[in-house]
């Protein structure tokens, strides 16, 4: 038992590499993983409890809110608000800023997607929560205002996400490599599982939609078209893995390598995925695994937000396989 390492241990060791921070990051990281396992929970027995279904609300993306997404929204809300460690946050579920009740101490922001993927909710496929933690850079915590959500993603101190699938997978780096941890129900902790993950300089999977092909501009149409053509000596024809569940697809890639790709369409100009809580997490992670995440042209996290829902293309995955899509994509192929 002495070399299981938990997930809060593990922080703390990480903790050591930020003296500036005085524990506040272990704090937040513990926040999050506890939050996750109130997730888990309800997660893992969706076909048992009356948690299925529609609430016939809709949330600011227009879409269907199922009971679980709004179970997963608040569960992230009041477990990790009432800690007063985030100064304010922001949800894909909820319109504006979130401001904690006590966050008159909070230097953090967080930044979230509480249940991703959730049109798979029903049908038993894996879906994730994700996150994305800022400092805070209003002084006075109770002054804390959408500016401080509107921050690029290279400023982000950690980033994560948890995958409820065959098992319950946490990962998360803090800028110092990334680490996947798996719930072990029978203590009720998240066990290290995945020190260090790097991810293969190139893969043999790609993710896209392919059903969306009529939407697709003329380069991603060449680029499929290159992906699935024979050719030995660069591994082609690469094999589809398309979940239809963001946070599967990448954590697929991430372990075995390949890329993932939602480009711009012509339903979703500037892509339909939402930068601040989903293209910039993963894209952390994915560089700090080796990787690379870019919306075709400019890296994900050098990107100034403009607005706290705003989407984005996004191009992430093993570097070599990126590099590949966005030749074709800015018309170098
Ligand atoms: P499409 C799920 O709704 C989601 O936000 C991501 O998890 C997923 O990668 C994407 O949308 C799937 O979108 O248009 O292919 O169904």
């Known amino acids: 038992m002495s070399n299981l390492i938990t997930i809060e241990r593990h922080i703390l060791e990480q903790q050591r590499l930020f003296p500036e921070a005085h524990g506040e990051l272990t704090d937040l990281l513990t926040d999050v993983a506890f939050a996750a396992k109130l997730v888990r929970k309800e997660v893992v027995r969706a076909g048992l409890a009356d948690i299925l279904g529609f609430t016939g609300s809709t949330n600011v993306q227009g879409e269907e809110v199922k009971k679980l997404d709004l179970f997963a929204n608040e569960q992230i809300i009041s477990a990790i608000g009432a800690h007063g460690r985030f100064a304010v946050m922001g949800s894909e579920e909820n319109e504006e800023i979130i401001i904690p009740t006590n966050n008159e101490s909070g230097n ?31 002084s006075d915590p109770t002054k804390a205002n959408l500016a401080d959500c509107l921050q690029p993603g290279a400023e982000q101190v950690a980033a994560g996400y948890v ?3 065959s098992s319950v997978v946490m990962v998360y ?88 790709i939602y480009p711009p369409t012509t339903k979703h100009q500037n892509g339909k995925l939402r930068l601040m809580y989903e293209a910039n997490p993963l894209a952390f992670i994915c560089e700090q695994a080796g990787g690379r995440a870019t919306n075709g042209r400019d890296r994900i996290l050098d990107i100034q937000p403009a607005e706290l829902h705003q989407r984005t ?3 992430i995955g093993s570097t070599d396989d990126v590099i590949v899509a966005e030749e074709f994509e800015q018309g170098k192929r």
């Open 108 to 138: 953090y922001v967080l930044l979230f997607d509480p249940l991703d993927g959730s049109s798979n909710i029903d049908v038993n496929v894996s879906v994730g929560t994700i996150f994305s933690i800022y400092k805070l850079k209003t």
């Open 313 to 315: 293309p996004l191009y």
């Open 173 to 260: 780096t803090t800028g110092h490599g990334v680490h996947g941890f798996t719930y072990d129900p029978t203590i009720g902790e998240f066990l290290l599982s995945h020190e260090n993950i790097t991810t293969p300089k190139s893969g043999k999977y790609y993710s896209m939609n392919e059903g969306s092909y009529a939407q697709f501009n003329e380069s991603t149409k060449k680029y499929l078209d290159y992906i699935k053509t024979e050719d030995k000596a660069t591994g082609r024809p690469y094999s589809t893995r398309y979940i239809g569940s963001l946070v599967a697809d990448f954590h697929r890639n991430l372990l075995t390598g390949g890329v993932f």
């Open 163 to 165: 995958i409820y699938g």
